[in-house]
């Protein structure tokens, strides 16, 4: 649950309603058994002020992204910062937890590699530094299934609201996805849904190009997720020059 300080801050808020803000944690405790309340302040500080596209097949995006808490919702909500611009900072800087960098107060100004929180006994600890978000378009169910093999939990974007898949499970003769759902109350609960529900959705994922896997993608830790060499055929990569 996000606490109301938090909140406060559109842009946390937007991450937290998207449940990008549980993904991220997700991951973190997932890949690294790093269980951490993600710093998105932090995040947002250490990300790149503008993506220059060379790539002229790439539509034009809005070059500049302003550092702000801003209201709430945030301008132009959680995309006024997309996971492009999260995607860099998570890989050179990691991301740490809100009680070293709290996500209470404004974006500081990066980059940032100590905490800022003051606490005793908290210190600047980074996780999942090296690993980078991935966006897969237009997944049917198998994709998805695919996609959770290789990689782990997954965020799927299911037009009105954003679900976090970890599995899949069959229930009287019913395929399900297993998920985490925000409810009205802004709480996370495991969730049901019939795999039927779905058409074709956008995904994201975490990745490390640096892993080295074996036997179709399976890397030999037991986590699955995908070599270069599979996930260049599904995710969208932008060729692009980064300004700090």
Not at 4 to 33: P, R
Not at 85 to 106: D, L, R
Not at 202 to 213: M, S
């Amino acid at each position: 649950k996000i606490y109301d300080n938090e909140s406060a801050c559109g842009l946390v808020y937007d991450y937290y309603s998207v449940s990008l803000y549980t993904f991220l944690g997700f991951a973190a405790y997932s890949y690294k058994s790093s269980d951490i309340a993600p710093s998105i302040t932090g995040l947002i500080a250490n990300s790149p002020n503008y993506i220059t596209y060379t790539d002229v097949s790439i539509p034009y995006e809005e070059p500049y992204r302003y550092k702000s808490c801003g209201g709430q919702p945030a301008q132009g909500g959680v995309y006024y910062y997309d996971e492009y611009y999260t995607s860099f900072a998570i890989e050179k800087y990691g991301i740490v937890g809100q009680e070293c960098i709290p996500n209470y107060y404004e974006v500081p100004t990066g980059p940032i590699t100590q905490c800022t929180s003051g606490n005793p006994g908290v210190t600047y600890n980074a996780t999942l530094k090296g690993y980078r978000i991935g966006v897969a378009y237009d997944q049917s169910v198998s994709d998805i299934k695919g996609l959770i093999l290789r990689f782990g939990p997954v965020l799927v974007d299911f037009g009105d609201e954003y679900l976090i898949i970890i599995g899949w499970k069959k229930d009287q003769g019913v395929d399900n996805f297993v998920a985490l759902a925000l409810d009205g109350n802004n709480t996370f609960f495991i969730a049901y849904d019939p795999t039927s529900n779905y058409s074709l959705s956008d995904v994201l994922v975490i990745f490390n190009l640096d892993d080295k896997c074996s036997g179709g993608g399976t890397c030999a830790s037991g986590s699955m997720r995908a070599t270069w060499a599979v996930i260049a055929a599904v995710l969208f990569i932008p060729v692009l020059s980064l300004f700090f």
